[in-house]
């Protein structure tokens, strides 16, 4: 961590060395500029139309806490005296549209999607899109823009919306090069991971967020290239067109980040008012430190790792709004604990990358540990830790007791349907919440017990002759799957069968994904909750479909099934609908399918003394005493 400082505060001194040789060796004095000659003078502005955009120099240096001008951010021409020329070129918000998933500039929108992101100011009662356009309702309220799909800095290109490092060498790159540099090493600053799952089958295997189907062109990701889509083609009975996978790619890039979308930040997230929302502190404000919400897209809609996290592995950190609400929050106590209970490191003030730190041996911006090792956790728990390591549990991860609780996705359905106004047959349908449930115990590669979220997955009209039955339980690295990563995973997935689906299905592959969780810490779950009966973890799912009902996968709009993970195998039972007894028909091909043999089993209770000690123990902690 100390280096992590040191390094933060070189890069700092010099980023600020570096804007005030670029200002007074290149661009001369600020009053050339005639960017503040209108947006410095509010009467005019407010003629104009836009009194939001109101900005002076001494604002800007106290939001930023840099001294940089407006076109070393926005780019523009400064020495242009008409609004026309001045504006050429520049650099600013977007708006991605639904339909087609199109970006576009905010000064280039109409009527009423024009007025609704004027400026940017908070909006509603939730943080997760409290900077999204809204538009007045029929009641004179207002609701969020439905025709508008995300906001977008202008760090991201305006036709891939990837993160485009020609502008951000313009840009920010102007006083921080060596971060800008260090970045597009990184799998955040280049997708490097993700962009390798171009298909459902193959060496890398499928995926449960999707295919990337169009891969960007270098070295400024600003158009695409149609390999990914053919790789696709090749391996599918229903094609994918140019403008389907292009659309879909869009879709996608939204989440990876770019340097605004962790470091710059409208509203202060610590600042809170009268009614715990945050505070609006300036549009020019930053932060060195990427906060939590900017992880979860920082007011502009739910994305980045709050889609990954509190939506689909149901791990969440937040949790609250922010979690895909549980089928019955009120009527089930777990779901209503689930969803009322942040993690505890949240609810302390912890960030994100104060456990997903900096890479100490590469130092490249964006370069973030994916699985703190205990030693993290001893920074903090250092004796836990300890004598952790030398008790009964000591081959299970700290998050196999404390994520008692999870929640997310119940089944992934990726088939036809119509994406971003679009008929496709690569469409996801996610949209079934459960109520929240305890997490499987599994055993990885190295031997060590992890919680893991279970979800099965279909995904359909692929070459039945390139389907291959894993057998057992795929980690998602070498030599399991041939994908390069910066770190290892812990997920995993398994093919576990086929049938023949209707005429738009072609042959439908069946596949369980496998996620480990580690957030939506707690107390530790009981020991019960783990050593059943012979080993066996059964783990009832209630889902429930949350979109249209002409949209769902067939029927399946309500129900039940079993995780179940014992001497015999990981599997899918009791398949049940509304009833809690007859299988929907979408579902009747899927009985049986998703089931994988082995021994999942978590080790028998041998010594019963041993056991009662250390159930006592739990006990004590969770009245108040020590766990020791």
Same mark, same amino acid.
């Given at each position: 961590?100390?280096?992590?400082?040191?390094?933060?505060?070189?890069?700092?001194?010099?980023?600020?060395?570096?804007?005030?040789?670029?200002?007074?060796?290149?661009?001369?004095?600020?009053?050339?500029?005639?960017?503040?000659?209108?947006?410095?003078?509010?009467?005019?502005?407010?003629?104009?139309?836009?009194?939001?955009?109101?900005?002076?120099?001494?604002?800007?240096?106290?939001?930023?806490?840099?001294?940089?001008?407006?076109?070393?951010?926005?780019?523009?021409?400064?020495?242009?005296?008409?609004?026309?020329?001045?504006?050429?070129?520049?650099?600013?918000?977007?708006?991605?549209?639904?339909?087609?998933?199109?970006?576009?500039?905010?000064?280039?929108?109409?009527?009423?999607?024009?007025?609704?992101?004027?400026?940017?100011?908070?909006?509603?009662?939730?943080?997760?899109?409290?900077?999204?356009?809204?538009?007045?309702?029929?009641?004179?309220?207002?609701?969020?823009?439905?025709?508008?799909?995300?906001?977008?800095?202008?760090? #991201?290109?305006?036709?891939?919306?990837?993160?485009?490092?020609?502008?951000?060498?313009?840009?920010?790159?102007?006083?921080?090069?060596?971060?800008?540099?260090?970045?597009?090493?990184?799998?955040?600053?280049?997708?490097?991971?993700?962009?390798?799952?171009?298909?459902?089958?193959?060496?890398?295997?499928?995926?449960?967020?999707?295919?990337?189907?169009?891969?960007?062109?270098?070295?400024?990701?600003?158009?695409?290239?149609?390999?990914?889509?053919?790789?696709?083609?090749?391996?599918?009975?229903?094609?994918?067109?140019?403008?389907?996978?292009?659309?879909?790619?869009?879709?996608?890039?939204?989440?990876?980040?770019?340097?605004?979308?962790?470091?710059?930040?409208?509203?202060?997230?610590?600042?809170?008012?009268?009614?715990?929302?945050?505070?609006?502190?300036?549009?020019?404000?930053?932060?060195?430190?990427?906060?939590?919400?900017?992880?979860?897209?920082?007011?502009?809609?739910?994305?980045?790792?709050?889609?990954?996290?509190?939506?689909?592995?149901?791990?969440?950190?937040?949790?609250?709004?922010?979690?895909?609400?549980?089928?019955?929050?009120?009527?089930?106590?777990?779901?209503?604990?689930?969803?009322?209970?942040?993690?505890?490191?949240?609810?302390?003030?912890?960030?994100?990358?104060?456990?997903?730190?900096?890479?100490?041996?590469?130092?490249?911006?964006?370069?973030?540990?994916?699985?703190?090792?205990?030693?993290?956790?001893?920074?903090?728990?250092?004796?836990?830790?300890?004598?952790?390591?030398?008790?009964?549990?000591?081959?299970?991860?700290?998050?196999?007791?404390?994520?008692?609780?999870?929640?997310?996705?119940?089944?992934?359905?990726?088939?036809?349907?119509?994406?971003?106004?679009?008929?496709?047959?690569?469409?996801?349908?996610?949209?079934?919440?459960?109520?929240?449930?305890?997490?499987?115990?599994?055993?990885?590669?190295?031997?060590?017990?992890?919680?893991?979220?279970?979800?099965?997955?279909?995904?359909?009209?692929?070459?039945?002759?390139?389907?291959?039955?894993?057998?057992?339980?795929?980690?998602?690295? #070498?030599?399991?799957?041939?994908?390069?990563?910066?770190?290892?995973?812990?997920?995993?997935?398994?093919?576990?069968?086929?049938?023949?689906?209707?005429?738009?299905?072609?042959?439908?592959?069946?596949?369980?994904?496998?996620?480990?969780?580690?957030?939506?810490?707690?107390?530790?779950?009981?020991?019960?909750?783990?050593?059943?009966?012979?080993?066996?973890?059964?783990?009832?799912?209630?889902?429930?479909?949350?979109?249209?009902?002409?949209?769902?996968?067939?029927?399946?709009?309500?129900?039940?099934?079993?995780?179940?993970?014992?001497?015999?195998?990981?599997?899918?039972?009791?398949?049940?609908?509304?009833?809690? #007894?007859?299988?929907?028909?979408?579902?009747?091909?899927?009985?049986?399918?998703?089931?994988?043999?082995?021994?999942?089993?978590?080790?028998?209770?041998?010594?019963?003394?041993?056991?009662?000690?250390?159930?006592?123990?739990?006990?004590?902690?969770?009245?108040?005493?020590?766990?020791?």
């Amino acid at each position: 961590m100390k280096k992590q400082v040191i390094f933060g505060l070189a890069l700092s001194i010099g980023a600020l060395l570096i804007i005030s040789h670029k200002t007074t060796a290149q661009q001369g004095p600020q009053e050339t500029s005639t960017c503040l000659q209108c947006h410095g003078n509010g009467k005019k502005m407010q003629e104009l139309g836009y009194p939001d955009f109101t900005i002076t120099q001494e604002a800007v240096e106290k939001q930023t806490g840099m001294p940089a001008t407006c076109e070393m951010c926005h780019q523009g021409n400064p020495n242009d005296n008409t609004m026309e020329g001045a504006h050429k070129g520049i650099l600013g918000l977007a708006v991605v549209m639904k339909k087609g998933i199109v970006a576009v500039p905010r000064r280039e929108l109409k009527g009423e999607d024009r007025e609704s992101i004027k400026g940017l100011k908070l909006k509603g009662d939730f943080v997760g899109n409290a900077l999204f356009p809204r538009v007045t309702a029929g009641n004179g309220g207002s609701v969020l823009n439905p025709r508008v799909f995300i906001i977008q800095w202008h760090d #991201k290109d305006i036709n891939t919306i990837a993160f485009n490092p020609g502008i951000a060498e313009k840009t920010c790159g102007t006083c921080h090069p060596e971060a800008v540099k260090s970045y597009m090493k990184t799998a955040m600053g280049l997708a490097l991971t993700q962009s390798q799952y171009a298909t459902w089958v193959g060496p890398t295997g499928p995926q449960s967020c999707g295919l990337w189907t169009a891969a960007t062109a270098k070295p400024d990701n600003d158009s695409f290239t149609t390999g990914n889509m053919e790789k696709y083609n090749a391996v599918s009975t229903a094609h994918l067109g140019k403008e389907q996978a292009f659309s879909n790619q869009r879709n996608c890039n939204t989440c990876h980040a770019g340097c605004l979308d962790c470091h710059y930040s409208p509203f202060n997230k610590e600042a809170r008012d009268s009614k715990g929302n945050p505070k609006e502190v300036g549009v020019h404000t930053f932060s060195f430190k990427p906060t939590v919400l900017s992880c979860m897209g920082d007011g502009r809609a739910q994305i980045c790792h709050a889609g990954p996290m509190e939506r689909r592995r149901g791990d969440g950190f937040i949790k609250g709004d922010f979690a895909r609400k549980a089928v019955a929050d009120l009527r089930n106590k777990n779901s209503k604990k689930y969803i009322e209970t942040p993690d505890i490191h949240f609810a302390k003030g912890i960030t994100c990358v104060d456990c997903h730190d900096q890479n100490h041996k590469t130092h490249n911006m964006g370069d973030q540990i994916r699985s703190p090792e205990p030693m993290e956790c001893a920074k903090c728990h250092k004796q836990k830790v300890s004598s952790h390591k030398k008790g009964i549990h000591r081959n299970l991860s700290c998050e196999a007791c404390h994520t008692p609780l999870v929640a997310g996705y119940a089944f992934n359905f990726w088939a036809p349907g119509k994406k971003f106004g679009l008929e496709t047959p690569l469409d996801r349908h996610p949209f079934y919440t459960v109520n929240a449930m305890a997490p499987i115990i599994l055993k990885d590669k190295k031997g060590q017990w992890n919680p893991y979220h279970i979800v099965p997955h279909i995904s359909t009209n692929v070459k039945k002759e390139e389907i291959k039955l894993t057998g057992k339980l795929i980690f998602r690295n #070498k030599p399991d799957v041939n994908i390069k990563r910066e770190y290892p995973s812990d997920d995993a997935f398994a093919v576990t069968g086929t049938y023949e689906g209707s005429k738009d299905e072609g042959t439908v592959m069946a596949w369980l994904n496998i996620d480990k969780v580690a957030h939506a810490t707690t107390k530790a779950r009981s020991c019960r909750s783990c050593h059943g009966p012979g080993g066996a973890q059964r783990v009832v799912v209630d889902y429930k479909w949350m979109g249209k009902p002409d949209t769902a996968y067939k029927d399946v709009l309500s129900g039940s099934f079993t995780i179940v993970a014992d001497k015999k195998g990981l599997r899918i039972e009791n398949l049940s609908g509304a009833d809690g #007894k007859t299988i929907p028909e979408g579902l009747k091909p899927l009985s049986g399918k998703w089931s994988l043999m082995g021994n999942f089993s978590i080790p028998e209770i041998r010594d019963k003394r041993a056991y009662a000690e250390e159930k006592a123990r739990y006990e004590r902690a969770l009245s108040g005493g020590r766990y020791h």
